[in-house]
């Protein structure tokens, strides 16, 4: 049996190449890499913290040329944005460390297949990403214990661009 992927035997994608990698260490490290790749895209520095360092609940950092906007990555397999919506309960630390936060922050929710093999697609000319992300600013507000994703909150480079603008907002006090 074979994948799409360069016709890679799919049982050598299906485990990882290193013993210690979990299923969830393998979605956490695509989702970290899908965002570089969009930051990428659109000239922007991301700058990924060492898992260690996240005490914060913060994955990364976006910089732009005045101020930065911080990013909380979720990568799930398990759950269907598209038409519907995708509800991230937030845990109450993340909140609280969000809440201290002087720079906007962002969260992203990437959408990779249940099958690891899928969420490549390696052909002669391409190399495609089977992978949606879906992002949104962190607003304080009292009791909310939760985020809401739609289509309409898909996160693509052009987004990127959107972000700076928030950013350069809040630095010069037009936006809260």
Known sequence: MTTAAASVPSSQLSKPAHVQFTDNGRRARYGAAY???????????????????DIQAIDGTIDFARMPVRVQIKCTSGRKVGSGNYTLQLEQHWIDSWDLSDTPVFVIVVKVPRDIPGWLDHRESHTRHNTVAFGQRYIRAAGVMSMTFTAADKLTSESIYEWRDTAYGVADGLIS
Do not use: I, W
Not at 35 to 53: I, M, Q, T
């Open 35 to 53: 965002v570089r790749a969009l930051c990428a895209h659109a000239g922007a520095k991301f700058s990924e913290n060492d898992p260690d360092e």
